[in-house]
Nanobody, 117 residues
Framework: QVQLVESGGGLVQPGGSLRLSCAAS????????MGWYRQAPGKERELVAI???????NIADSVKGRFTISRDSAKNTVYLQMNSLKPEDTAVYYC???????????WGQGTQVTVSS
């Protein structure tokens, strides 16, 4: 059973920065996609940024140029560096994991990000 441990999040003023991290309890040889989705109140969950073990990434247009996703393969950990945060970035951010061999998906418990003055 894959376990995802999220950290980061919190309250930040507009224009500020936060970093989220998500560590997966999987083999370093796992072929997977990891990243982040978010869900604001009254809205559907949406993709923020994901990265695959082959190095490919997918980043939402709404955060391009402000958010960066990176991966430490040795630690099976992905990071989401969020800069120039806006109030509309306020949401619960969920870590996402997809195993390309077992075709299984796992979600983290979610971490709140609030951008407010």
């Amino acid at each position: 059973q894959v376990q995802l441990v999220e950290s980061g999040g919190g309250l930040v003023q507009p224009g500020g920065s936060l970093r989220l991290s998500c560590a997966a309890s999987v083999s370093r040889f796992s072929i997977n996609t990891m990243g982040w989705y978010r869900q604001a109140p009254g809205k559907e969950r949406e993709l923020v940024a994901i990265t695959t073990t082959d190095g490919s990434t997918n980043i939402a247009d709404s955060v391009k140029g402000r958010f960066t996703i990176s991966r430490d393969s040795a630690k099976n950990t992905v990071y989401l560096q969020m800069n120039s945060l806006k109030p509309e970035d306020t949401a619960v951010y969920y870590c996402y994991y997809y195993n390309h061999i077992g075709f299984t998906t796992k979600w983290g418990q979610g971490t709140q990000v609030t951008v407010s003055s």
